[in-house]
């Protein structure tokens, strides 16, 4: 079951994100928030191929979990049930997004939205530009992180000094991105994709039984399992 997801249509995997969002109201206890996401890590332990794609996101997603426990006890007068519930509904939220996107292919996306769900070429092409640049983003900040460390300005183990790193880090990956926006804009203009408008695609997107099965799936554990836990 590991091919599940690298295979399946971007679509799907986009729908059942999408399907976490509305599931995350329904999450009524802390009990039924944490039995949801247990049954999310048995489910991702079966159909997730390879962890080293979504581990930063994972941190991501605790982080914001762990910050919400201690702003939600500390402001809410240290009721640990209380933050256990929000922060779980946190993780019932971003979870499933965070863990499928890393699945998702830019181009097979494009393809997906231009042919099933026909919406207008253009909006999808920068779509699909968007999303590749920000797929980059990571290659270039590891490029600037090593470049200051072989011109001899790396943070060390100095915490202050690493906050300063940082801080210039991201400014110099603020303005590389805006200058590669700039550029592909241009190339993108060059090439016509202003003025044209009949557009082909660079893959066929189909829609496959496995897809509808994924969704369905998708839907019973991010939408029915919090009703039904919450309820039980």
Known sequence: MKHVLPQA???????????????SFFVGSAT?????????AAIAGCLVPQWQPVRWRLVAVGIAAVSLWWSTWLLGGHHPDLATEAATRVLVLALPGAVLMAFVDPSRLGDALRQQLRLPARPVAALTAALTRFE??????EQVRRLRRMRGMGAGRNPFAQVRATTATSFT???????GATQLSIAMDSRGFRLAHDRTSAHDSAWSVVDTVLLLGGIVATIVAPVVLSAW
């Not at 249509?9 to 599931?23: C, E, H, I, M």
């Open 9 to 23: 249509n971007p679509l799907a995997l986009l729908a059942v994100g999408l399907s976490a969002v509305v599931g």
């Open 136 to 141: 980059t983003l990571g290659q270039v900040w």
């Open 32 to 40: 039924a928030g944490g039995l949801t996401v247990l049954l999310y």
């Open 173 to 179: 990956l603020l303005v590389s991105a805006m200058r």
